[in-house]
Nanobody
């Protein structure tokens, strides 16, 4: 079992920054953690992922602006978001995968935290 709890969302003006956090409570192994986002009327999409050895991957739309990281001692996943744009507005979710990163591999999801970027 894995429980995920996101925090850090909010409202910010374009060009601003936010840091999302996801506290992980688990009793089973986790090989990959990811951040996803979903805007109203759209599909949920992966934003960034990090595997057990720290290899990261980003969606093209956030490369150079977002940074995913983890603090294993604190059991916390982070998403540092900079140079935010109105199109970054969405509900952001963290997720975990037991076996590997990749589409369809995530087993557990948090409840989400809202990010709103105004122009």
């Amino acid at each position: 079992q894995v429980q995920l709890a996101e925090s850090g969302g909010g409202s910010v003006q374009a060009g601003g920054s936010l840091r999302l956090s996801c506290v992980v409570s688990r009793s089973t192994p986790v090989s990959c953690m990811g951040w996803f986002r979903q805007a109203p009327g759209t599909e949920r999409k992966e934003v960034a992922s990090i595997n057990s050895i720290g290899t990261t991957s980003y969606a093209d739309s956030v490369k150079g602006r977002f940074t995913i990281s983890k603090d294993s001692a604190k059991n916390t996943l982070y998403l540092q978001m900079s140079s935010l744009k109105p199109e970054d507005t969405a509900m952001y979710y963290c997720a975990s995968a037991r076996w590997a990163c990749g589409s369809g591999s995530y087993d557990y999801w948090g409840q989400g935290t809202q990010v709103t970027v105004s122009s």
